[in-house]
């Protein structure tokens, strides 16, 4: 038998991962903190990625963030593009082979690569904060109840 507080729960819980869907729209990734550039989270991504593991293809990045190729080529012309806030990647011909091209960050990609890493960090400090309020015992539950619910959305 389902009491009012399970069916209260679950309306809350669909109602949170509904609003999660609606801001997550069209991202790869859901992030807490304000951006404070004008990149996608994807293109964000595409230079974390960049930034720990330089030149890479653009199918090494495509499979690195579980995307198509043709996105992945889509973020990077824009972070190629020269505008106001400079260029964030550079292509650099493959040594060994002249069709393959690799990627590596500029200065400016450095910076935003960073950027994107605190991001990060500070959504996790957020979560972090918000579990402060529950003791072991009950983090554990919101663990596993987190664990299954993965579980079910991946199946």
Avoid: W
Avoid at 4 to 29: G, H, V
Avoid at 60 to 76: C, E, F, H, P, Y
Avoid at 79 to 91: A, H, I, K
């Amino acid at each position: 038998m389902m009491t009012d507080m399970t069916k209260t729960t679950a309306y809350l819980i669909n109602e949170s991962l509904d609003r999660l869907c609606q801001k997550a729209e069209q991202q790869r990734e859901f992030l807490l903190s304000p951006s404070q550039d004008n990149l996608t989270t994807t293109q964000g991504h595409i230079l974390m990625l960049l930034a720990e593991q330089p030149m890479q293809t653009n199918a090494q990045l495509a499979d690195g963030l579980n995307l198509s190729r043709a996105a992945v080529t889509k973020a990077i012309k824009g972070l190629q593009r020269d505008d106001d806030n400079g260029c964030y990647l550079e292509t650099v011909m493959d040594q060994h082979d002249g069709r393959v091209v690799r990627f590596q960050l500029t200065e400016q990609g450095q910076l935003h690569a960073q950027a994107h890493l605190q991001q990060h960090q500070a959504t996790l400090q957020i979560y972090q904060e918000l579990l402060k309020d529950y003791s072991e015992p009950e983090q554990q539950v919101i663990k596993s109840f987190m664990e299954q619910l993965m579980m079910k959305l991946e199946a």
